[in-house]
C-alpha cells in the first residue's frame, strides 16, 4: 500500500503502485530460450516519423491507433538475482537512434537500495521482430528507464514527446500497451486530474503525475499516455484500485518528468534528485484560521529530518498531536510559503520545486515561524537517499 496524498494522510482504497509489470516468475511469462520465437526480418534501418495527427480539436482513436502503434513496444525482462524469474511491460520507441523508454519497474526487482536490474531484456516490435536491449539506466525516483537497442535491419517509429504545459483536465486520451501481454492494446479515456502525487521505489514521491480514467492494467507500464495529435504526456505506471484490476484509476508519470529524468540517464546512466529533509502537511483556509496561520496556502513542516538540508539550515518541525478535521498535526512548524521565490500553494508543490532543483544547490526558503513571522533561511540542498526519507 502507498499514501497517495502525500503528508500524513492515509489512502482508504487498496493500491497497486506497480501496475503493468506481469508478475514475475509466473508460469505464463514467456520462456526466452524456447527458441520457438519467429522473426521477420528486413534489409535495412528504416524510420518513420509519426506526424500530428487529427484536428487539434478532434480526438480519432483509430488513427492515433494506425499511426502511433508500430512506435509501442511490448518490453520482457528476465534474470531477477539470479533466477530465471521474468516480467512483461510495454515501452515506446524514442529518435531513430534505438532508444527505447519504459517504466523502471519493468526492468527492475526490488525497492530502494536494493533495487536490481535485470540481467536480460528484450524487445518486441509490432512487425514481429524481437531483439535484446542494453539497460541505458534506469530512474527508481521517478520510475523510468531507457533501453537501447541496435536499430540495424529494423523498422522505428519513433513517438513524439509532448508536454505536460498543455494538459486539461478532462481533455481525451489513449493509452497503449500490453496489458495482460496483449500486445499494443488501445484504450480511451479522459485527464482526470493533474499534478497528483505518486509513489515512487524509493519511498519518496512522484510529483506532478497524471490521473486518467483510460484503462490501465498489468502490462500496461511504460506505455505511452497519449493526446488528441498523438504526442505522449506520459508513461503509464499505476493504478489505484480496490478490486486489483483497471477498473481503478490509472496514474501516469507526467512527460515533463521523463524528460529531466532522460537527460539524466543519457549522460550519467543514474538520476539524481534535491533533498530538503521535511514530511509536511497542506495549509487550507479552515487549517491557518484553527492554528493561527498567517496566510492561507503553503506546507506546513510536520518533520525535520535530523541531520538533513532542512535541519542544518534551521527549519523548525511541530511537536505533540492535535487532531483537526478528522486528521492529526504537528503543531509550531515552520510554514514553507516560497523556494527561490516562487510560491508554495501545496505540500505537493514544494516537492517539484525541491525536485528541479540540483543537490548540493543553495536556495532561499521563505517560511512563517510562529505563525506569522517571516523568515528568509538558505539552505544547501543534499541528494535524496535510495532508501527513502530517514525515519527517526
Not at 537527460?263 to 543514474?270: F, P, V, W
Amino acid at each position: 500500500m502507498r499514501p497517495r496524498l502525500g503528508g500524513l494522510v492515509a489512502a482508504l482504497a487498496l493500491i497497486t503502485p506497480l501496475t503493468g509489470c506481469a508478475d514475475r516468475g509466473s508460469p505464463d511469462a514467456p520462456n526466452l530460450n524456447a527458441g520457438d520465437k519467429r522473426t521477420t526480418t528486413v534489409e535495412r534501418t528504416r524510420v518513420e516519423v509519426v506526424k500530428h495527427l487529427g484536428r487539434r480539436d478532434g480526438f480519432e482513436p483509430q488513427t492515433i491507433y494506425e499511426q502511433v502503434s508500430p512506435g509501442v513496444v511490448t518490453v520482457v525482462s528476465t534474470g531477477f538475482a539470479g533466477s530465471e524469474a521474468g516480467g512483461v511491460g510495454s515501452g515506446f520507441v524514442l529518435g531513430d537512434e534505438g532508444e527505447v523508454v519504459t517504466n523502471a519497474h519493468v526492468v527492475t526487482t526490488g525497492r530502494g537500495a536494493a533495487i536490481k536490474r535485470a540481467g536480460e531484456v528484450y524487445v518486441s516490435f509490432a512487425d514481429g521482430n524481437e531483439v535484446p536491449a542494453r539497460i541505458v539506466g534506469f530512474d527508481p525516483f521517478s520510475d523510468v528507464a531507457l533501453l537501447r537497442i541496435d536499430p540495424g535491419g529494423l523498422k522505428l517509429r519513433p513517438l513524439a514527446l509532448g508536454s505536460a504545459r498543455e494538459l486539461r483536465v478532462g481533455a481525451p486520451v489513449a493509452a497503449i500497451g500490453s496489458p495482460f501481454g496483449e500486445d499494443r492494446s488501445l484504450s480511451i479515456g479522459v485527464i482526470s486530474a493533474l499534478d497528483r502525487s505518486i509513489e515512487s521505489l524509493t519511498g519518496f514521491a512522484t510529483p506532478g503525475a497524471i490521473q486518467t480514467d483510460a484503462a490501465i492494467n498489468q502490462g500496461n507500464s511504460g506505455g505511452p499516455l497519449l493526446d488528441a495529435r498523438g504526442r505522449v504526456l506520459g508513461i503509464n505506471s499505476q493504478i489505484e484500485t480496490n478490486s486489483g484490476d483497471g477498473s481503478g484509476v490509472g496514474f501516469a508519470v507526467a512527460v515533463d518528468t521523463v524528460r529531466r529524468s532522460l537527460a539524466q540517464l543519457r549522460r550519467h546512466g543514474r538520476a539524481r534528485y534535491a533533498y530538503l529533509g521535511v514530511a509536511t502537511a497542506a495549509v487550507f483556509p479552515q487549517l491557518a484560521t484553527r492554528f493561527g496561520i498567517r496566510g492561507s496556502a503553503g506546507a506546513w513542516v510536520q518533520e525535520v529530518t535530523p541531520g538533513g538540508p532542512a535541519d542544518d539550515a534551521g527549519v523548525s518541525g511541530g511537536h505533540g498531536a492535535t487532531r483537526f478535521q478528522a486528521r492529526t498535526y504537528a503543531t509550531g512548524g515552520d510554514v514553507i510559503v516560497s523556494v527561490g521565490g516562487e510560491r508554495v500553494k501545496t505540500e505537493n508543490d514544494l516537492a517539484a520545486l525541491v525536485a528541479r532543483r540540483r543537490p548540493g544547490e543553495r536556495v532561499r526558503l521563505t517560511v512563517l515561524r510562529g505563525g506569522g513571522d517571516r523568515r528568509e533561511l538558505l539552505v544547501t540542498l543534499g541528494e535524496r537517499p535510495l532508501g527513502g526519507p530517514p525515519r527517526r
